[in-house]
């Protein structure tokens, strides 16, 4: 009651506190944390109030206790005896733990003893381990030292160089022996320098061979790529051959593949190990971009030193080797690029190839500049072209280079033109012109066959006389190689429109060379008539050979040769060859004119007064017809039917001119009856010639509606009207365009003028020779039959004389008085 008393009483003398009192009372009485509470006091700066509040509450807490004290002393007291009663319980245990430890401590001294030397052998366990560990990484280490060292040793770059990648990654670091770590260390850089040497050392050496074998590399890829064209070319002559002979459609065999035929893939052996390897390598040592660097300048270095000329040996010498060096210099960098793992970029390539083609444009343009041999142009400019077309296939631009053989086109067209005018000269001039001999079979295909120049298709008897001389075939055999060396060189340039460069060439050589050459043969005075006749029956067959000369060169060219056969395909050459044929016909026919005027020379050698009427011709006439006979003999031989058609009736006129050109020659004063009836014995035997031999080289079946004797009307119409008994027909204009349509009046009045017996006069006069008949009348008697019958010619030329001065002369003229005319004497004066 006391207590509860008290406590009410120090309840109430707390009362005196706020409600902060009270719920730091409840906070504390139900444990939980203050902190808060604390922060709060500290923060709002009432950390007394705080501290007062805690002293009341612990003052609270120290009454409660003693007043829970006084409640429980009862239960403290005999808890304070069981703890005196545990405390001797505690002393008897002591004593009994104390008797034990002795026992133990008597017990466990030996084995502490034993346990101190486990102790120790554990520790010497863990250093022997230890000592076997860095032993065991130490063995490792010089073993791998050791392996890299053999690997150097050997010059197996790489795995050495793995080697030290694997003592740096995983031992360098953790190597226990300070001297070694230190030796590893100093020995990494010196290998590594040792083996970039070495690598070095071996990339210098890949450079030289490479560059000793380049040419040979470039060589053969070159000689790879002309057996590639050949057979490609053979195989497209075959292809043309088969359209041309199956016409639009293609025959089978035109598709089918020969396997046997078939090559396999051409590929170059190029050791590029050295170069990989030494790639490899300096990209693990980590200097990949300078070896880059340094075989670039090095290849580039080579290259310009490649591209060097030197002026001791000439371009034809050794223009293959140097196109080959290219070549395979290219070739090798294709196969770096595109297998060396970036060791040479598209651009550096590039930029070497732009480099390479500047120089050989260069090069190539200023040597065959100097170059004036067309084999030797088609030669190079052939290997040139080999050189473009194989590095095309790598992948290389070449237009550039090849664009650079166009340019010489002009100049290899004179060049070849001028050798073939050589040996076309050289054949025109040391031809002999007589009709080529062939003995055999094998001689009629090379020169007959061989340039389709046969006018039968069925093969001849042998011997065989060509109508031709060596001159034509051999000129076919010039022309048919400027065609091919031609092509050659054009082909291969990529020009797209080759059968029309090579016709135009073609015909460039058949008329300014071959026409010309030609021309200036027929125009020399010097040959004869058979060598004229040759030369215009080896026009015709040189003109025919035309269209085997464009058909050759459309074959080289790839066109089908039923092309060729339009009009405009055709060459001008054809034409002008035509007009130097008829200029041969031309000076021929001025040749034989020559010929026959020397044969005829008739104002000199003929009498042109013969006392005697001539029982035959004149001596001169038989040279004539055998000349004649000789010539159209020839001709049939040689020359076509048109030739000799004009031969044969060229002659004939101008013999026929000649006899008319007699009649008025100023040398001939006079002729008589006699001297006509001689004249027209020699035309008759030269009518008789002209009609058998017209008959006998088959013309009359060609030229039905005319005939030999046709050219030789005016001499025939002129002897006619001398000896026509009434000539004054002559005057009649039906008759004169019926039988006299070939003479002049003018003409005719001339010779009239000539017909007489004496010259007193310009006409004569017949008065004067009739008085003088009268006189010697006795004498007339006596005069034959023969000479009547000139008189009475004489004087009927006399009568067309007075008619054609009438026609000729103006009225106002009155020169004739006309009497009788067996009496009258008639004066021009």
Not at 230 to 240: F, S, V, Y
Not at 572 to 588: E, G
Request: hydrophobic share 40%; glycine share 4%; aromatic share 8%.
């Amino acid at each position: 009651m006391n207590a509860k008393a008290k406590r009410r009483g120090g309840t109430e003398n707390g009362d005196t506190g706020t409600g902060e009192d009270l719920v730091l009372a409840t906070l504390i009485g139900n444990g939980e944390d203050l902190g808060p509470l604390v922060r709060h006091a500290f923060e709002s700066g009432r950390p007394e109030q705080l501290l007062h509040q805690l002293r009341i509450v612990a003052k609270k807490k120290e009454g409660e206790i003693e007043e829970l004290c006084r409640l429980h002393y009862h239960e403290f007291i005999i808890a304070v005896d069981e703890l005196r009663g545990v405390l001797v319980d505690a002393e008897e245990l002591k004593a009994v733990l104390q008797t034990d430890n002795f026992k133990l401590q008597e017990v466990g001294a030996g084995l502490l003893s034993k346990l101190d030397e486990l102790l120790e052998l554990y520790s010497i366990k863990k250093n022997v381990t230890e000592a076997i560990k860095m032993a065991k990484m130490c063995f490792q280490l010089l073993e791998l030292c050791s392996k890299c060292n053999n690997h150097v040793s050997e010059g197996k770059f790489y795995p050495a160089l793995k080697t030290i990648e694997l003592i740096e990654k995983s031992y360098q670091q953790n190597i226990p022996v300070k001297t070694l770590k230190l030796v590893v260390e100093e020995r990494i850089p010196a290998i590594k320098q040792h083996i970039e040497k070495k690598v070095s050392s071996e990339v210098n050496e890949w450079l030289v061979h490479i560059r000793s074998s380049a040419k040979d590399i470039g060589q053969t890829a070159i000689g790879h790529t002309a057996t590639a064209r050949k057979r490609d070319e053979e195989l497209r002559a075959q292809q043309r051959e088969v359209e041309e002979q199956s016409g639009a459609g293609l025959a089978e065999s035109a598709y089918r593949l020969d396997v046997d035929d078939v090559e396999e893939d051409f590929s170059l052996t190029i050791d590029l190990t050295p170069i990989y390897r030494a790639h490899h390598i300096h990209k693990c040592l980590g200097i990949g971009e300078r070896f880059r660097e340094y075989y670039y300048n090095n290849r580039l270095a080579q290259l310009n030193s490649d591209l060097q000329i030197f002026s001791s040996q000439s371009f034809l010498e050794c223009h293959q080797a140097f196109f080959g060096q290219v070549a395979g210099y290219f070739i090798v960098e294709d196969r770096v690029l595109r297998t060396a793992g970036g060791l040479l970029e598209g651009s550096q390539v590039a930029t070497m190839w732009d480099t390479a083609v500047s120089k050989i444009a260069s090069v190539v343009d200023r040597q065959l500049s100097l170059i004036d041999n067309t084999g030797h142009l088609l030669m190079i400019k052939d290997y040139l072209t080999l050189f473009g077309d194989t590095l095309r296939q790598y992948g290389y631009q070449v237009n550039s280079i090849l664009e650079v053989m166009n340019t010489t086109k002009d100049k290899y067209s004179k060049l070849l033109m001028k050798e073939c005018q050589k040996q076309i000269s050289d054949i025109v001039t040391n031809d002999t012109y007589e009709p080529m001999v062939l003995k055999k079979e094998s001689d009629y295909h090379a020169n007959v066959l061989a340039f389709q120049l046969q006018t039968s298709e069925i093969m001849p008897a042998f011997p065989y006389v060509a109508p031709f001389s060596c001159m034509v075939p051999e000129t076919c055999r010039v022309v048919i190689s400027f065609v091919k060396d031609f092509v050659n060189y054009l082909c291969s340039g990529g020009d797209m429109n080759l059968f029309d460069a090579m016709r135009k060439y073609l015909d460039t050589l058949l008329i300014d060379v071959l026409n010309e050459i030609i021309l200036e043969k027929i125009s020399d005075t010097s040959i004869g008539v058979s060598k004229a006749m040759q030369i215009a029956a080896n026009v015709a067959f040189l003109e025919r050979a035309c269209d085997f000369f464009l058909k050759t060169a459309a074959h080289l060219c790839g066109v089908a040769a039923r092309l060729t056969e339009r009009t405009q395909a055709s060459l001008t050459a054809q034409v002008v060859l035509k007009t130097s044929r008829d200029a041969a016909y031309i000076s021929m026919l001025g040749l034989v004119n020559n010929q026959l005027d020397e044969f005829m020379s008739l104002p000199e050698s003929v009498n042109w007064i013969p006392e005697d009427e001539p029982q035959s011709g004149h001596e001169y006439m038989n040279e004539v017809t055998i000349y004649l006979d000789t010539l159209l003999s020839t001709a049939q031989q040689i020359l076509p039917l048109d030739a000799l058609y004009k031969v044969g009736s060229g002659a004939l006129e101008h013999i026929s001119n000649s006899i008319t050109a007699a009649f008025l020659s100023d040398s001939v004063k006079r002729f008589n009856a006699n001297a006509v009836a001689a004249f027209d014995h020699d035309l008759k035997m030269l009518e008789n010639f002209a009609t058998e031999r017209f008959e006998s080289t088959g013309l009359s079946e060609v030229y039905r509606d005319s005939n030999f004797t046709d050219y030789l009307i005016e001499a025939r119409q002129l002897l006619n009207l001398l000896m026509s008994s009434q000539p004054e027909n002559f005057m009649n204009p039906v008759i004169r365009e019926k039988n006299y349509n070939t003479l002049e009046f003018k003409k005719v009045a001339f010779i009239i003028d000539k017909f007489k017996d004496s010259a007193d006069s310009l006409f004569g006069s017949l008065s004067n020779r009739n008085a003088k008949t009268s006189t010697r009348k006795k004498s007339m008697d006596s005069e034959t039959k023969g000479q009547k019958t000139t008189h009475m010619m004489e004087s009927q030329a006399f009568r067309i004389g007075l008619l054609l001065r009438k026609a000729i002369c103006p009225p106002s003229h009155d020169f004739l008085k006309y009497h009788d005319h067996k009496s009258t004497a008639i004066d021009w004066e």
